[in-house]
T-cell receptor, first 112, second 111 residues
Framework: IAGITQAPTSQILAAGRRMTLRCTQD?????MYWYRQDLGLGLRLIHY???????GKGEVPDGYSVSRANTDDFPLTLASAVPSQTSVYFC???????????FGPGTRLTVL | SQQGEEDPQALSIQEGENATMNCSYK?????LQWYRQNSGRGLVHLIL?????REKHSGRLRVTLDTSKKSSSLLITASRAADTASYFC???????????FGRGTSLIVHP
């Protein structure tokens, strides 16, 4: 693994289904983030984690949950997907005390 | 809500020309960053400029910051077709180190 990986690359999901997007980094960064990117709206922060064991809400947290059991992994869960959650999801990380973020390749999610 | 807003939304130039993108923000910042996103890819960090800096260079990139006007500009000199991408500014303010992203400028460089 080099940097940040996300899985799956893309997914089509029926509304009402539960879905977990996976994110793993190997840079030992303390902070991790989940963004969604929608056309015309740029990137919006969903949830973040400053360090393992802590999480926080971003700009658009409703309908999403996260956990940070260890430094490397930061999964994002949609408990009951809705069509408005159709988007491209990016995971990112940054070293503690620094602002530069490193992004994963993204997961394209379609909810029908 | 977006802290930073890029201008223009789209820019189309010929290879070899310079490309200038601007970013305006609303509140006082700790720093401002620029990122590039190629189609279908994640964002890549380009450069970070702190609130007490006025100009930074990195290769063909030049970033300026005018805190009195709450604005920043990204200049790409001698553009190449490979510079075709979307460019985002992101700024952090107050006690938060988490940057807020703008909507981006789509740059097309024609060979």
């Amino acid at each position: 693994i080099a940097g940040i990986t996300q899985a799956p690359t893309s997914q089509i999901l029926a509304a009402g289904r539960r879905m977990t997007l996976r994110c793993t980094q190997d840079m030992r960064h303390n902070a991790m983030y989940w963004y969604r990117q929608d056309l015309g709206l740029g990137l919006r922060l969903i949830h973040y984690s400053n360090t393992a064991g802590t999480t926080g809400k971003g700009e658009v947290p409703d309908g999403y949950s996260v956990s940070r059991a260890n430094t490397d992994d930061f999964p994002l869960t949609l408990a009951s997907a809705v069509p408005s959650q159709t988007s491209v999801y990016f995971c990112a990380s940054s070293a503690q005390g620094r602002d530069e973020q490193f992004f994963g390749p993204g997961t394209r999610l379609t909810v029908l | 809500s977006q802290q930073g807003e890029e201008d223009p939304q789209a820019l189309s130039i010929q290879e070899g020309e310079n490309a200038t993108m601007n970013c305006s923000y609303k509140t006082s910042i700790n720093n401002l960053q620029w990122y590039r996103q190629n189609s279908g890819r994640g964002l890549v960090h380009l450069i970070l400029i702190r609130s007490n800096e006025r100009e930074k260079h990195s290769g063909r990139l030049r970033v300026t910051l005018d805190t009195s006007k709450k604005s920043s500009s990204l200049l790409i000199t001698a553009s190449r077709a490979a510079d075709t991408a979307s460019y985002f500014c992101a700024s952090s303010s107050g006690g938060s180190y988490i940057p807020t992203f703008g909507r981006g400028t789509s740059l097309i460089v024609h060979p």
